[in-house]
T-cell receptor
Framework: DTGVSQDPRHKITKRGQNVTFRCDPI?????LYWYRQTLGQGPEFLTY????????KSRLLSDRFSAERPKGSFSTLEIQRTEQGDSAMYLC?????????????FGPGTRLTVL | GESVGLHLPTLSVQEGDNSIINCAYS??????FIWYKQESGKGPQFIID?????DKRQGQRVTVLLNKTVKHLSLQIAATQPGDSAVYFC????????????FGAGTQVVVTP
């Protein structure tokens, strides 16, 4: 399978714990995006990487959230001191190097439940 | 239409009929639009895209129409099949925004036999 992969697919944690999610983009896609989706809503942009550089962060991304893409390939999203309001589907997407092509291909998502 | 919380607009379509899903986008500076299909528990799946210099684009069984005058986008699905049942989102890219997408509220399509 050469699509975007995310791990884990589901995560249940207790309030106050830290969690980390991983995204592996489509090979050779240099742009990577994180989105958050709550039930009944469309995905909301969180942050964007071009290669290893984090170029944009949404105001939704509080100080408890941090994302990295150290080698310009896979990315991690960490949430510290989780809160019940963090419960959502976290989606990763990637798009190709060609700047004329904005099509983003999404992974299956990581569903986070904070108890 | 607009969605509030869990109450997605729903389009019920009989199998074999054509479906039309509408979307009003927000920013006149948007230059690229995508339709995604999302099945329960899965990530959004790319269907078709269109640039702002076009007003129509066709794919396999799908057609996207763009009306920039009224900031309206539609997705037409021909001969709707049970496998088309899903939530459909339109998304727009605002020019020079690093390709980040802004999603609409979504429309639930239910295909009945």
């Amino acid at each position: 399978d050469t699509g975007v992969s995310q791990d884990p697919r589901h995560k249940i944690t207790k309030r106050g714990q830290n969690v980390t999610f991983r995204c592996d983009p489509i090979s050779e896609h240099n742009r990577l995006y994180w989105y958050r989706q709550t039930l009944g809503q469309g995905p909301e942009f969180l942050t964007y990487f071009q290669n290893e550089a984090q170029l944009e962060k949404s105001r939704l991304l509080s100080d408890r959230f941090s994302a990295e893409r150290p080698k310009g390939s896979f990315s991690t999203l960490e949430i510290q001191r989780t809160e019940q309001g963090d419960s959502a589907m976290y989606l990763c997407a990637s798009s190709p190097r060609d700047l004329t092509k904005y099509t983003q291909y999404f992974g299956p998502g990581t569903r986070l439940t904070v108890l | 239409g607009e969605s509030v919380g869990l109450h997605l607009p729903t389009l019920s379509v009989q199998e074999g009929d054509n479906s039309i899903i509408n979307c009003a986008y927000s920013n006149s500076a948007s230059d690229y639009f995508i339709w995604y299909k999302q099945e329960s528990g899965k990530g959004p799946q790319f269907i078709i895209d269109i640039r702002s210099n076009m007003d129509k684009r066709q794919g396999q069984r799908v057609t996207v129409l763009l009306n920039k005058t009224v900031k309206h986008l539609s997705l037409q699905i021909a001969a709707t099949q049970p496998g088309d049942s899903a939530v459909y989102f339109c998304a727009e890219n605002i020019n020079d925004s690093w390709g980040k997408l802004q999603f609409g509220a979504g429309t639930q399509v239910v295909v009945t036999p």
